[in-house]
């Protein structure tokens, strides 16, 4: 079901969300949270796509921030909210509120948002791109517990990890690190099988790929070893070798759906290792609502303190983020909750 407001208020829109509950027979709210996304007309129909599929497994009430300031002045000068309603089948497990702001009131947005929030339950601000410098500071994302930012959508996607180490404030999260949650789950099952020391490790991925810059800081900042970036074809994030005193822990993802792990004095395996799309990737963020200091940890640890080697045929752009390497030290030890496990299987290669 559909309802279209124009030139509306947030007390007409809670009414409306009120009268369409009633009118599909649903007047009861189950949801567990509020996602606000703030995008463009460009953008909107992905990610609402995304979380609409995403909102099965976390019912919620989402709500599409779609700023429109106007063109010319005499359009900036005016104010208008028009919302679109969609309950039942057309807003997946939820709910969802399209909020087009026109004119001056586009530059308040929070003044929106804040009378349709879902009254004591948790707030979730996901841009999925230009996000701003620093999400904690933004008004919406002042409303917030959580904070999800996209570093791959952002035009210097290197640059942009720098701006969110600078700003980052607990809560903050960018898909770049959950894009990684997979390999680094497989590299701590790998170290939890080979108790060897790791000397030095190389990540691989295709230039200005912000996910291959997170896993190699990741790396880095838990085993305390010299950490190399290379720059391969891809798709995306595609290898990681971890030197040990026994041979190289290497883990190879040549085509983005099947990875091969190889570890020395055991027989090669298969496993599988596909890209996520979009949907999966929030529905796993919205699952913990608390700080990701694994995160944190990460992100602080600098793209410039990665070794980076250029690729050797040329055929690629070499990314943004050389500096010097870190002398090899033991690994820290820290106990991790359980979504962090890939961090306990590193803590064991010292």
Known sequence: MKIDLTNTTSSKINSGLIDARRAIGTPAVGMVLTLVIVTDEGNAYDALKAAGDASHEHPSRILAVIRRPGRSPRDRAKSRLDAEIRVGSDAGAGETVLLRLHGELADHAESVVLPLLLPDAPVVVWWPEDAPDNPAGDPLGKLAQRRITDAAAAEDPVGALRLRAGSYSPGDTDLAWTRITPWRSMLAAALDQKHSAISAAV???????????????????????????????????????????????????????????????????????????????????????????????????????????PPQDGSAAQPPSGGAQKKAAPAKKAAEPARQSADSGAEKAK
């Open 203 to 309: 990540v691989e991925g295709e230039p200005y790929n912000p996910s291959t810059e997170l896993l190699g800081m990741w790396l880095a900042d838990r085993l305390q070893v010299p950490v190399e970036r290379r720059v391969s074809d891809g798709p995306g994030l595609t290898a990681v070798r971890m030197t040990t005193a026994d041979g190289t822990i290497c883990l190879d993802r040549a085509d983005g759906a099947l990875a091969e792990l190889a570890m020395p004095g055991q027989p090669d395996r298969r496993v599988a290792l596909k890209r996520r799309e979009t949907a999966e990737l929030i529905a796993e963020e919205l699952r913990r609502l608390d700080p990701d200091e694994s995160y944190r940890s990460a992100v602080r640890f600098g793209v410039d303190r990665l070794g980076a080697q």
